[in-house]
């Protein structure tokens, strides 16, 4: 119930995180966009009970985030899961997350894993920008306020 | 016990979501990030019961993303939660997640807030990008490796 309260709000924060704000969610994303698609790999690499991971899976393919296709027939149906462009377009935000979680977890080790950009082919750190200056954004030197509805409805 | 396990994996992504994978914790932070500090503020905008909402924000207090602070001592002690550092360190991450929200999730009538960049005068829109070359970061064109031993050293 308070998930539906959540995803019936007019905010985009609110309704993203009524399908993101599941626990271990993010974890099954990394692993989606390093290329797993079969529930067996996932279950070695999430490390969830079969029982969980096939909930958070049915949980994404009901939200669109991934969808599941059928690769074999025989011994029995067989299915895997991909990301939809949906699920695709939260790549921007896992990396920032990332981010935060190589600054702010206390990693033991540091990051245990780099992101190499291959355009340019150096190690890079997700930066978030203003998409009119280039500039890094960041809260002092943004405010919000609402959208004039012409421009709502230009979107 | 699922959390803990989380927070234990030596995983960036892993770690951030055992503490922002509870449920209202964005729309908490959505909050903070516009100014509201106190605990009536808080219920009147986000909309949980005060027993959730007390919940949360200890939470975010327990895992230094909001500090608690006493503003008040008469007729009672009165506190108001602040944002730390590591908290503000959120922003980036809460404008992408805002972004996917715009674009992803069937707004009923498009995006109801719009950031303005104060820098440039803009509405902008957050857009991650390599910290190298500054172009936009997209699944198809990074990849992740282990992290080089002295590369994590020097973080």
């Known amino acids: 119930v308070r998930h539906d309260e959540l995803a019936d709000?007019?905010?985009?924060?609110?309704?993203?995180?009524?399908?993101?704000?599941?626990?271990?969610?993010?974890?099954?994303?990394?692993?989606?966009?390093t290329g797993t698609r079969r529930f067996d790999d996932f279950q070695k690499t999430v490390g969830l009970s079969r029982n969980m991971l096939a909930d958070r899976l049915s949980h994404l393919v009901d939200h669109d985030i991934l969808r599941r296709e059928q690769y074999a027939e025989?011994?029995?149906?067989?299915?895997?899961?991909?990301?939809?462009?949906?699920?695709?377009?939260?790549?921007p935000s896992l990396l920032a997350l990332m981010r935060w979680g190589e600054e702010w977890t206390d990693l033991p080790d540091g990051p245990p894993v780099e992101v190499v950009h291959d355009s340019c082919g150096q190690v890079t750190h997700a930066t978030v920008v203003c998409s009119e200056c280039g500039e890094a954004l960041d809260a002092r030197h943004t405010h919000g306020r609402p959208a004039a509805p012409s421009y709502v409805r230009a979107q």
């Open 9 to 33: 709000q007019n905010c985009a924060i609110a309704r993203s995180t009524a399908v993101l704000g599941e626990r271990w969610v993010w974890v099954i994303l990394r692993q989606a966009f």
């Open 74 to 91: 025989t011994p029995r149906p067989l299915f895997e899961y991909r990301l939809t462009d949906k699920g695709k377009a939260l790549f």
